[in-house]
Each structure stands twice: as structure tokens, then as C-alpha cells.
């Protein structure tokens, strides 16, 4: 598998917890035979309510690592405006050129129109759209080969339906999905595609017993999403499968029903 993939390296953002989907996508992709390159940023989930090891991104690299491929890792605040640059030239150093950027890592608050405040909303906008946005330039800069460049977002469905309590969030949310299509374009060209997932309500440590049976009843499935499941989608778009896909804001949720 790994001469087919020809040695290929993917970025994934934000994978600082072992049970996040940023990690679910390192092993996925590392099963596949993907060297990878992960970021993290722990005093942001340090603040968040779910509960998180310092140690959980060594442990991550250790597992990679025993899957057979090249991995390195970087501590990151993406909301610095050097963040972007100082990724990329990593990853040229310690694995070389790489071919997959998976924009995983996000900022997420609850808010509302009556609490919302310029300073939360520019969290939310340096990370979601900001680094984004820019990660994804300079990856599209740095790309050297002629074709097999793949670039994937993590989106949330704000066009499905509306997200009350989430005001920032589905905001910057948004301004991914038409970052996607608009970027999408750009980079054709290039041998570059760029889709964007909404992998829905993902039980990724955050979900309460209350939280669950609340939303249990809208999958018809019977389950809350996993961390894999949206990590196997992922797994087909950037593959060679998936060179004719370009531009799709793709809805992996289970058949959520809002």
C-alpha cells in the first residue's frame, strides 16, 4: 500500500485528544499507509468542559508510529498570523511536501444575539475561517506535483438548518462551505480538490446521558455519530478514488433529522 500511495503526507489540524475526530482521522489515514503530520493546541481544550490529558498527543504519535508510517507533531496556535507558514516549512523539514491538508481544528463557544461579544466572535473567526483560509493557501502554494493534491474541511451544516445557542460558531461555520466551493475552483488547475464534511452531531466526549437520548431519537440509525465515521469519509476524498470530486459540501451525518 505504501509504493501505491507513493509515499504520501497529510496535514490534520487540531487532534489534540485521543477520542477527538482530528485523531480519528490520523489513524484512519495512517491505516491506510499516509505519513502524518499533526497540530494540537491544548490550552484551548484545557477551557473547553470535556476532559483532556497533556499527555494524550504523545500517546497519539506512539500509535501512529506502530502503524508503520512517518509522524511528527507541532503545539500550534493557529490564531498567529505566522501559524500558517511556520506548519508548512515544518512539515517540509520532518516529512517533506505534503500532499493532503485536512482542516480539522476549530473554536467552539456557546453564544447568542444577547451575549455575543466582538472579542468571542474574533475567536471564532481567526481559527474557523482566518487559519483556514490561509492553511489553505499556503499548502496550495507549496504543492509541488501535478496532480493528487487534496484539501478537506470540516464543516457543520449551518445551511441544513439553524444552530440557536451557536451564533459564532455557525457563522464562521458558514464562511467554510463557501470558502470551499470558491477555493475549489481556484485550485483545479492546480490538481488540487477541496470538499468540505459535516459529519453532525459526533459523540466525541462532549455528549451527556441527556444530550444523547435527546438526540438519539434523530438518527435514524439509532446512534450519535463516531469520530470513524466521518475519519472513513475522509479516508475516500482524499484517495484516487476521489479525484472527480471537487467543490461538495458533503453531508456524512447519518441521516440526521433536524
Same mark, same amino acid.
Given at each position: 500500500?505504501?509504493?501505491?500511495?507513493?509515499?504520501?503526507?497529510?496535514?490534520?489540524?487540531?487532534?489534540?485528544?485521543?477520542?477527538?475526530?482530528?485523531?480519528?482521522?490520523?489513524?484512519?489515514?495512517?491505516?491506510?499507509?499516509?505519513?502524518?503530520?499533526?497540530?494540537?493546541?491544548? +490550552?484551548? %481544550?484545557?477551557?473547553?468542559?470535556?476532559?483532556?490529558?497533556?499527555?494524550?498527543?504523545?500517546?497519539?504519535?506512539?500509535?501512529?508510529?506502530?502503524?508503520?508510517?512517518?509522524?511528527?507533531?507541532?503545539?500550534? +496556535?493557529?490564531?498567529?498570523? #505566522?501559524?500558517?507558514?511556520?506548519? /508548512?516549512?515544518?512539515?517540509?523539514?520532518?516529512?517533506?511536501?505534503?500532499?493532503?491538508?485536512? *482542516?480539522?481544528?476549530?473554536? $467552539?463557544?456557546?453564544? #447568542?444575539?444577547?451575549?455575543?461579544?466582538?472579542?468571542?466572535? %474574533?475567536?471564532?473567526?481567526?481559527?474557523?475561517?482566518?487559519?483556514?483560509?490561509?492553511? $489553505?493557501?499556503?499548502?496550495?502554494?507549496?504543492?509541488?506535483?501535478?496532480?493528487? &493534491?487534496?484539501?478537506?474541511? /470540516?464543516?457543520?451544516?449551518?445551511?441544513?438548518?439553524?444552530?440557536?445557542?451557536?451564533?459564532?460558531?455557525?457563522?464562521?461555520?458558514?464562511?467554510?462551505?463557501?470558502?470551499?466551493?470558491?477555493?475549489?475552483?481556484?485550485?483545479?488547475?492546480?490538481?488540487?480538490?477541496? *470538499?468540505?464534511?459535516?459529519? &453532525?452531531?459526533?459523540?466525541?466526549?462532549?455528549?451527556?446521558?441527556?444530550?444523547?437520548?435527546?438526540?438519539?431519537?434523530?438518527?435514524?440509525? =439509532?446512534?450519535?455519530?463516531?469520530?470513524? %465515521?466521518?475519519?472513513?469519509?475522509?479516508?475516500?476524498?482524499?484517495? #484516487?478514488?476521489?479525484?472527480?470530486?471537487?467543490?461538495?459540501?458533503?453531508?456524512?451525518?447519518? =441521516?440526521?433529522?433536524?
Amino acid at each position: 500500500m505504501m509504493n501505491q500511495l507513493k509515499e504520501k503526507i497529510a496535514i490534520v489540524t487540531g487532534a489534540s485528544r485521543n477520542n477527538g475526530i482530528g485523531a480519528a482521522i490520523c489513524k484512519e489515514l495512517a491505516e491506510t499507509g499516509y505519513h502524518i503530520f499533526f497540530t494540537y493546541w491544548t +490550552d484551548y %481544550d484545557k477551557g473547553m468542559p470535556w476532559t483532556i490529558y497533556l499527555d494524550e498527543p504523545m500517546k497519539l504519535e506512539a500509535k501512529l508510529v506502530k502503524k508503520g508510517v512517518k509522524v511528527s507533531r507541532m503545539e500550534l +496556535d493557529l490564531t498567529k498570523n #505566522d501559524a500558517p507558514e511556520l506548519l /508548512i516549512n515544518r512539515v517540509n523539514e520532518q516529512l517533506g511536501y505534503p500532499d493532503i491538508l485536512i *482542516n480539522n481544528a476549530a473554536y $467552539s463557544t456557546n453564544n #447568542d444575539f444577547s451575549n455575543l461579544t466582538a472579542d468571542e466572535l %474574533d475567536k471564532h473567526y481567526m481559527v474557523n475561517v482566518r487559519a483556514t483560509t490561509l492553511l $489553505s493557501s499556503k499548502f496550495a502554494q507549496n504543492f509541488k506535483k501535478e496532480s493528487g &493534491g487534496r484539501i478537506v474541511n /470540516i464543516t457543520s451544516g449551518q445551511f441544513k438548518g439553524p444552530m440557536p445557542g451557536e451564533l459564532a460558531y455557525a457563522t464562521t461555520k458558514g464562511a467554510v462551505d463557501a470558502l470551499t466551493v470558491t477555493l475549489s475552483a481556484e485550485l483545479a488547475t492546480f490538481g488540487i480538490t477541496v *470538499n468540505a464534511i459535516n459529519p &453532525g452531531p459526533t459523540d466525541t466526549g462532549w455528549v451527556t446521558e441527556e444530550i444523547r437520548s435527546d438526540l438519539k431519537p434523530m438518527f435514524p440509525f =439509532g446512534r450519535l455519530g463516531e469520530p470513524r %465515521d466521518v475519519a472513513k469519509t475522509i479516508k475516500f476524498l482524499v484517495s #484516487d478514488e476521489a479525484d472527480w470530486v471537487t467543490g461538495q459540501i458533503i453531508h456524512s451525518e447519518g =441521516g440526521f433529522i433536524r
